[in-house]
T-cell receptor, first 118, second 115 residues
């Protein structure tokens, strides 16, 4: 498996523009997470899905942020309109949490999208 | 309640030395404690994890020590190597039940191992 695939790797956009980040989770994983990483706040959970259904979006900072998972192999995180304070690295992670989850399994993270809003 | 506090923020260790990173938590529902390693330009990757039924877990040069009564756990890297230079995150979650799929991360420790 190629792991969790995120695109684009880097995105530079102007304030006010719409930004869409994409994620392909590992096949067979039934949980998908979106995290944001900044120096000040570390890794923050934005939203997570189970079997394509959003379970907890309490970490989404504002209505400008939205996330979808139309099928098991694709998810998007959209920011509209973008602001300079949204500049961060956004990570997607996936996981399989079966009934007898092996303790060491954990999350598999993608390589992230570095977003810069100017 | 949900925080995991990690220290130090940065750490410089000589090659061959021991690196120690500490974490503390408040939520007594946490009973799964993984550590993640992140290299520049990459996402965090699971390194080692522990549950509180044991006080220590060792995998190669990496050891987690766990103190349930103090609600603290730490990562020890023995014989530290320059290739260990990375950012390390502790995390915690309940192992099962409500919230078990949501890891709460510490803010990270940037480790530099100098030759």
């Amino acid at each position: 498996d190629a792991g969790v695939i995120q695109s684009p790797r880097h995105e530079v956009t102007e304030m006010g523009q719409e930004v869409t980040l994409r994620c392909k989770p590992i096949s067979g994983h039934d949980y998908l997470f979106w995290y944001r990483q900044t120096m000040m706040r570390g890794l923050e959970l934005l939203i997570y899905f189970n079997n394509n259904v959003p379970i907890d979006d309490s970490g989404m900072p504002e209505d400008r942020f939205s996330a979808k998972m139309p099928n098991a192999s694709f998810s998007t995180l959209k920011i509209q309109p973008s602001e300079p304070r949204d500049s961060a690295v956004y990570f997607c992670a996936s996981s399989s949490h079966g009934r007898d989850r092996p303790m060491g399994r954990g999350y598999t993270f993608g390589s992230g999208t570095r977003l810069t809003v100017v | 309640q949900q925080q995991v506090k990690q220290s130090p923020q940065s750490l410089i260790v000589q090659k061959g030395g021991i690196s120690i990173i500490n974490c503390a938590y408040e939520n007594t529902a946490f009973d799964y404690f993984p550590w993640y390693q992140q290299f520049p330009g990459k996402g965090p990757a699971l390194l080692i994890a522990i549950r509180p039924d044991v006080s220590e877990k060792k995998e190669g040069r990496f050891t987690i020590s766990f103190n349930k009564s103090a609600k603290q756990f730490s990562l020890h890297i023995m014989d530290s190597q320059p290739g260990d230079s990375a950012t390390y995150f502790c995390a915690a979650s309940p192992y099962s039940g409500a919230g078990s799929y949501q890891l709460t991360f510490g803010k990270g420790t940037k480790l530099s191992v100098i030759p």
